[in-house]
């Protein structure tokens, strides 16, 4: 469980590191505008909405390897490589490239730097969270794991929003490519710790195979795709993780541009106000487990958390000082940690509602599609950030009040407002109830799913 959990630590802090720094580095650093950054990670989304369940749905079938090592295990370990080698050609933009006189290459090198780097993430991404439903099956093993897994990957939300402002300096681009060396070397050897929690067990390798030896007509992938965005409790789930994927999404990329031009401070400035999340984090390990337990309901979880995120954004936008952002981003932080951990979980009782439901383990391709959902937040973020830039003027090199007030918006009640029409959409659309869940459990065990 432990080793697992490592996992969580790799894409936070993959993510944490892309979503905190990317957008700001070609804006700000490269000197490319807002439209073009903002295009080029719309683009990378739509590319998500091709890769991941096309990844999801061919990792899901056999593979020369799968007999031996499992289906999921090789790629995921072949993705983790190749993404952490390839994280670094996102800032390695040449320095001689002029993106306000001409902005088309530095256009370019963003679009396929990143699309490249995603393509192989999702590889890896999509088979790790498959394994989850299918290694820990019991709601006791389902939670430990989560828990765990929620306190090491906090430590990786910290390390890919803390380290890189610690090694890269604002106006300085090649502190960003040894940024992304740094990052890249995490990343590799976290690769080592969570291999032996993602190795596929003998009774799993043994279960796919008598699947695939019954299995003489697998759906295509079209047929599945439908099925899949036919299920309201997997559509309700992933409009809902895309919402909240899209509030943290605006929230985090906003701090560093909060400490250069609200705080006017140096990068290392943001450690601290990333260091109250981490915090905020933690503590709701222990204090949304014991609410857990009484509820006992994960779905109702998300809902409770969510709007806790919500309620602690909005003071965000009024906030002046690096104390004061610090103190809510504690607060908020308790909303965070706990949405985090109860996600795998629900995520876990949504893939046993739609494998019941279709009486096959698709579970790729369904993983695929919350993939998708929850990486198009970063063409949501993008769009938020154009728009608000766009109407206050925003200046890089001399920032107005309008745009500033424009930050602080992007910093606290947009990401507020994203949280709650993420509840509102989940608490209308999601039919499962506890009684389902534990229907659906009992009818796995028959059906040797």
Known sequence: MVSYGFGKFIAEFLTGAFGSIVFMFYETEVGLSAGFAAVATIIYSLWNAINDPIIGYITNKAAPFSKRLGRRFPWIIIGLILSSLTFFLIFAVPLSWDAKNNPLPVFLWMVLSICLYDGLYSLWEVNYQSIYPDKFRSQKERTSTAALGTGIGVLGIAAGFIVPPLVFNYGDRLSYVLCGLVIMGISLFSTLLVSFGVFETKEMINRFNKFQAQDTQAPSFFVQMKHALQD??????????????????????????????????????????????????????????????????????????????????????????????????????????????????????????????????????????????????????????????????????????????????????????????????????????????????????????
């Not at 789930?237 to 560093?256: A, D, P, R």
């Not at 509820?295 to 003071?315: D, G």
């Open 232 to 449: 309201k409790a997997l559509l309700s789930f992933v409009l809902f993780l895309f919402f909240y994927q899209s509030g943290c999404m605006c929230m985090t990329s906003s701090i560093n541009y909060i400490v250069k031009y609200i705080l006017e401070g140096k990068s290392s400035q943001a450690t601290p106000i990333f260091a109250g999340m981490l915090v905020g984090a933690l503590l709701s390990i222990v204090i949304w487990t014991q609410v857990a337990k009484r509820m006992k309901n994960n779905q109702k979880m998300l809902v409770v958390c969510a709007l806790f995120m919500a309620l602690f954004a909005i003071p965000l936008t009024l906030v002046k000082t690096q104390v004061g952002f610090m103190i809510f981003m504690t607060l908020w932080g308790l909303g965070f940690g706990g949405f985090w951990t109860f996600m795998s979980p629900a995520m876990a009782d949504v893939i046993d509602n739609f494998i019941v439901t279709q009486k096959r383990r698709d579970d790729g391709v369904v993983l695929g599609i919350r993939a998708f959902f929850m990486r198009f937040s970063y063409a949501s973020q993008a769009v938020v950030f154009y728009v608000v830039h766009t109407l206050t003027n925003f200046n890089p090199e001399q920032v107005s009040t309008g745009a500033k007030m424009g930050i602080r918006f992007h910093m606290g009640v947009i990401p507020a407002l994203f949280f709650l029409l993420g509840v509102l959409v989940f608490v209308r659309m999601n039919p499962l109830t506890v009684p389902l869940i534990e229907q659906n459990r009992l009818a796995l065990k028959q059906l040797d799913l």
